[in-house]
């Protein structure tokens, strides 16, 4: 059990170990073993998508009473990675009037950002990269970074409809970052720390999803539009902007993209059960890691299930949603927690 | 002093939303629609001048391309016209079975008015669900015409042939299963806070205004105006049915919606009892290989189509090709209230107005 449970922490122990013996200096070692550890964050990444993209194929189709995939390998798993050697395969146009420049970065730098959540959101107990006492302050100005790179690929894109779904993108994004922060604010105050690792801690005896029920709420709905996922997908909104910001690209650009909201959508989820569902606690039977990801995808399946039961809400009821009812109420539960914490404490 | 200048925002021909190959110039003030030119034609084949050059028999497989998701309505509609023409008697049970076909694919063009009105709204899921019901009666067409979508069916003088003995237990089954399928639909897609919000007080639409632009179907029952042609001017056998027309009185997307939603219920009604009183008999009349009316002899002759008032204008000049051939499209009609309905409106809300006026742009163009 205990080996299975170390699996990753000991081995990066054993590699750091072996770079000493080598008579490595210290530092360098240290480089080596975060390069690694960077490496396999990127593969756990990919191998996440690949799944995921599958699964959500699989689930939509359910949904929607059709079989989904099921043709290329058992239960159509392989699809994923044809669709992938497709999209390799495909020409990469950029536009005569497009802005190279822009169009160019935005789509690597939109995965680059949506990989850099991955420095902080634990993935099981001691599983950090950094662990640093403002891990969720960083959690939630990086998250945040993803919208500049949409909006570069809308403008540099040249094309209208690229635009329009590059402005709904950032006013959405940033209507939502605001009751997203003030709901995760509420867990700040209770265990006085913006470390990821104090607040896991903490949920040892009761989930922070019981003590914080409004601020769970709020942060799932805000999380829903950060991540540009259906009822929220006004950026894309394929039935009216085509495709929103991506509208003009193509092949490996275009599945950057995809692939960098698939990432976000895990490190939110990550997020999601760290904070509220106690992270790596759980019964002993499964290591930490485990239940870490058991809880990830779990709301990565509710997230699913909302994209494919509801419709598209409209933009302006979007943002009145967002601060006429999201706004206060995540205001008024951190109000509310400061009494509790007066008053329990 | 922040100044904003108006653009132009080419909807199509290629775009999900238009619903086939339609072209719309939007004149855009930010998020808001200052003005909408259609552009149509992209669907054109001149089928009005195909019928000038064919015989009366031969035109049927061509008006099953007009509105293509109701193909028995413009095929029966056109057939009626040649046979008020003629002066050809059809015989009982054939009007039935008229009846019961036009009947079954008005349900399935409303099906997938729905279905489409879902995808555009992003809730792809609705559009499945009408799909799998829609697909029970395209069975039904299959069994009758052979075809699925662009059955030929209808003939001048009766049907093409007697209805198949296991049609019988299907239709049945499918009719068992529409309340059921109501309720769903009710519960998955009308009582969506998200949808309600999307359609209601959208591309509102006056009670004068409607009848102004000549709107039908649905479209001008949604406003408050109970005009029906199976009503108000019975067609074939449709004074022997007992059945409702549903208004509403507040033209917007929503009651647009609504008004469908109804009247597959009152469809099925008929359906009903137009099986029940089946008589036996011949399904065709004996008729001339070749059809000759007498010189100018015309007709225009209408009937309720699944989008709205549908007419055949037929002119002989003694030939066995008809002179000249018009046919009263209901969304080409419809369509053109589009910018008015429209104006002063958010982008998104251009997409409901499109969904729910319901073009079928094979009958647009024509």
Redesign the interface.
């Known amino acids: 059990m205990n080996v299975i449970e170390n699996l990753f922490t000991g081995l990066g122990a054993m590699i750091y170990d072996f770079l000493i013996w080598l008579t490595l200096p210290d530092w360098l070692a240290a480089v080596i073993l975060l390069f690694l550890k960077w490496l396999l964050i990127i593969l756990v990444v990919i191998v996440d998508v690949i799944i995921l993209i599958w699964l959500e194929r699989k689930i939509?189709g359910y949904?929607?009473?059709?079989l989904g995939p099921n043709r290329l390998g058992p239960g159509g798993c392989f699809q994923t990675i044809a669709d992938t050697l497709k999209l390799m395969g495909k020409e990469d146009i950029i536009p005569r009037t497009a802005d190279k420049v822009l169009f160019v970065i935005a789509p690597a730098m939109f995965i680059i950002v949506a990989v850099m959540l991955y420095a902080v959101v634990p993935m099981g107990k001691d599983m950090m990269i950094v662990d640093f006492d403002l891990s969720m302050l960083f959690f939630i100005s990086v998250a945040s970074l993803g919208t500049l790179a949409l909006f570069m690929g809308g403008w540099g894109s040249d094309n209208?409809?690229s635009l329009?779904g590059a402005m709904r993108a950032v006013a959405q994004m940033i209507s939502y970052e605001v009751p997203l922060a003030f709901s995760l604010l509420g867990v700040v105050m209770i265990t006085g720390s913006l470390q990821f690792s104090e607040i896991v801690a903490a949920q040892e005896n009761i989930w922070f999803v019981f003590l914080q029920p409004i601020a769970f709420v709020t942060y799932f709905i805000a999380a829903t539009a950060e991540l540009n996922r259906?009822?929220f997908?006004m950026p894309e909104?394929?039935?009216?902007l085509?495709a929103g910001p991506y509208t003009e690209y193509t092949g490996m650009r275009w599945a950057l993209f995809f692939l960098a909201e698939y990432t976000n959508l895990v490190a939110v989820c990550l997020m999601c059960s760290a904070v509220f569902f106690g992270g790596w606690h759980g019964p002993a039977f499964l290591p930490s890691w485990a239940w870490m990801f058991i809880k990830a995808y779990f709301f990565i399946l509710v997230f699913f299930w909302i994209k494919?039961?509801?419709?598209?809400?409209?933009?302006?009821?979007l943002m009145e949603f967002s601060w006429k009812f999201l706004v206060p109420v995540s205001l008024g539960n951190v109000l509310l927690t400061g009494v509790g914490l007066m008053l329990f404490r | 002093m922040i100044t904003s200048e108006k653009y132009v925002l080419n909807m199509g021909p290629q775009h999900p939303s238009t619903h086939g190959g339609m072209h719309l110039e939007t004149i855009m003030d930010g998020e808001f629609i200052d003005d909408v030119i259609v552009h149509l034609g992209y669907d054109h084949r001149s089928v009005e001048k195909i019928a000038e050059s064919r015989t009366y028999i031969q035109f049927i497989p061509y008006a099953s391309r007009l509105d293509y998701l109701s193909s028995n309505l413009p095929t029966m509609a056109y057939c009626q016209a040649v046979e008020k023409l003629m002066q050809i008697e059809v015989p009982e049970r054939a009007e039935y079975i008229r009846v019961i076909m036009g009947e079954l694919n008005r349900i399935a063009s409303h099906l997938l008015f729905v279905g489409s009105l879902c995808q555009d709204v992003g809730a792809t899921t609705g559009l499945a669900y009408c799909m799998r019901e829609r697909e029970k009666i395209l069975n039904l067409i299959e069994m009758t015409g052979g075809q699925r979508m662009l059955s030929s069916y209808m003939r001048i003088g009766g049907v093409s042939d007697d209805l198949p003995p296991e049609f019988f237990p299907a239709v049945k089954a499918f009719l068992d299963g529409v309340p059921n399928m109501l309720k769903e639909f009710n519960g998955l897609i009308s009582g969506n806070e998200i949808l309600q919000g999307r359609l209601k007080d959208v591309g509102v639409i006056s009670k004068e205004e409607a009848i102004a632009w000549s709107l039908s179907g649905p479209n001008l029952r949604a406003a408050g105006v109970p005009y029906d042609i199976r009503k108000e001017e019975p067609y074939g056998i449709y004074d022997r049915f007992d059945f409702e027309i549903p208004t509403a009185d507040y033209c917007d997307c929503w009651n647009r919606y609504l008004m469908r939603i109804e009247e597959m219920e009152q469809s099925a009604r008929i359906v009903r009892q137009a099986l029940e009183g089946l008589p036996e008999g011949e399904f065709r009349t004996k008729i001339p290989r070749i059809l000759k009316p007498e010189k100018g002899a015309e007709v225009y002759y209408r009937i309720e189509g699944a989008k709205g008032e549908l007419g055949f204008y037929i002119l002989s000049d003694g030939t066995e090709k008809p002179k000249r051939l018009h046919v009263r499209a209901p969304s080409f009609i419809n369509l053109m209230v589009l910018p008015i309905i429209s104006k002063g409106e958010r982008f998104q809300d251009l997409i409901c107005n499109i969904a729910t006026l319901d073009p079928v742009l094979g009958e647009c163009d024509r």
């Open positions: 939509s949904i929607q009473q059709r209208k409809w329009m259906g009822p997908d909104a394929e039935q009216e085509t494919w039961t509801l419709p598209r809400i409209r933009m302006d009821k």
